[in-house]
């Protein structure tokens, strides 16, 4: 069954320092993966996607993503952080032949000044 | 702005009421979900309609009804609900499995 796991609920960074968010999923086909971000009390907005094209993936707001089969991993990153990338951002894994999207657990991104 | 629309954006009901979520969308999308978010939880999948059909439920409480009037349009009647059901409820959309979804801004439901 597909899944994604998060590591690191929180993670803290300075204004201007690489953001690393790391995701690592488990699946027997090839994966869908998504990042999303979700800000207070708003909904999820796609950051970037994942679909068996290019492994390294641009996103907006200057993210990128590299899909990594070897290590099953999708990390996020981005090389300096801005105030305005606080926020809740989770990985997501599209399930094999069905319209379920099954999230991680989150990564709450705090920037400091 | 977001291209998929939920209304109300807040709602406090009593146990004992009934009420209704909508969400709408207009990007000609085929499948429409709901999920269900807790505080500082990822969303939680409830129901998917594709084609206007419900091909997913969850194991969803049958205090949760879900219906899809048109290809555009998507319902969640809430009856009997208890306080444990307080929660955002965000609506989606997505034209198939690789695209992603767009998610409106969700209802804050408070069952009091």
């Known amino acids: 069954a597909q899944s994604v796991t998060q590591l690191g609920s929180h993670v803290s960074v300075s204004e201007g320092a690489l953001v690393l968010l790391r995701c690592n999923y488990s699946s027997s086909v090839p994966p869908y993966l998504f990042w999303y971000v979700q800000y207070p009390n708003q909904g999820l907005q796609l950051l970037l996607k994942?679909?068996?094209?290019?492994?390294l993936v641009k996103g907006i707001n200057g993210f990128e993503a590299e899909f990594k089969k070897s290590e099953t991993s999708f990390h996020l990153t981005k090389p300096s952080a801005h105030m305005s990338d606080a926020a809740e951002y989770f990985c997501?894994?599209?399930?094999?032949?069905?319209?379920?999207?099954?999230f991680g657990t989150g990564t709450r991104l705090q920037v400091f000044p | 702005d977001t291209e998929v629309t939920q209304t109300p954006k807040h709602l406090v009901m009593g146990m004992t009421n009934k009420k209704s979520l909508k969400c709408e969308q207009h990007?000609?999308?085929?499948?429409m979900y709901w999920y269900k978010q807790k505080a500082k939880k990822p969303p939680e999948l409830m129901f998917v309609?594709?084609?206007?059909?419900?091909?997913i439920n969850e194991s969803v409480p049958s205090r949760f009804s879900p219906e899809c009037p048109n290809s555009s349009l998507l319902n969640l009647h809430l009856h009997a609900l208890q306080p444990e059901d307080s929660a955002l409820y965000l609506c989606?959309?997505?034209?198939?499995?690789?695209?992603?979804?767009?998610f409106g801004n969700g209802t804050r439901l408070t069952v009091t």
């Open positions: 989606a959309s997505s034209q198939d499995r690789k695209t992603p979804l767009h």
């Open positions: 997501a894994v599209s399930v094999g032949g069905t319209d379920k999207l099954i």
């Open positions: 994942y679909t068996s094209a290019a492994t």
């Open positions: 309609y594709s084609y206007e059909k419900l091909s």
């Open positions: 990007m000609g999308h085929r499948a």
